[in-house]
């Protein structure tokens, strides 16, 4: 994925990236084990207000499931694939057990241990595997703030059990 900074408010507006490599590797090896193997149910619920979206005739055709333990295809490494916009349940769990499992891992994924924060100066660009990270803008602005996005189309995820 990238993105180029095009126009850019006075103060603010800044990217965080999250390392779901590290965010993966610093969890213990029980809990590890528990989520290899698991899935969630990924929608876009949350995330279509965000984008403007007001209707719902799309949120029903905007589930798909992942698995919680992503396996790259290239290197094999296992990254954390939840996300708490994204991210709804995990399937093979009883809701309450899905719920405490996924707060305690949309917590664990803020930690600066696995982010970095970038201060855009217009014509930045970061390109990044959207595989094993996840990114964010800080809503600490009023200005406008306009970023130039590319996509490349991705594979399915595959977790470490299948």
């Not at 349940?89 to 917590?107: K, M, Q, T």
């Not at 490349?152 to 470490?160: E, K, L, M, N, S």
Request: overall charge positive; proline content about 6%; hydrophobic content about 45%.
């Amino acid at each position: 994925m990238a993105l180029r900074a095009i126009e850019l408010p006075p103060s603010g507006g800044d990217t965080c990236w999250g390392n779901m490599y590290a965010a993966y590797d610093a969890l213990s090896a029980p809990l590890r084990k528990m989520l290899d193997g698991l899935h969630a149910e990924h929608t876009a619920f949350k995330v279509l207000p965000l984008m403007g979206y007001t209707g719902d005739g799309l949120k029903n055709d905007l589930r798909t499931i992942h698995p919680v333990i992503r396996v790259h295809p290239e290197t094999g490494r296992k990254a954390l694939f939840v996300n708490e916009l994204w991210t709804e349940r995990i399937v093979d769990l009883e809701p309450a057990e899905s719920a405490h499992v996924l707060a305690l891992l949309f917590e664990h994924v803020k930690s600066p241990l696995f982010t970095v924060r970038w201060r855009w100066r217009v014509n930045d660009l970061a390109l990044w595997d959207n595989r094993a990270f996840q990114h964010y803008a800080v809503r600490d602005y009023e200005a406008r703030r306009v970023l130039q996005k590319s996509l490349v189309a991705g594979d399915r995820p595959y977790g470490p059990k299948a």
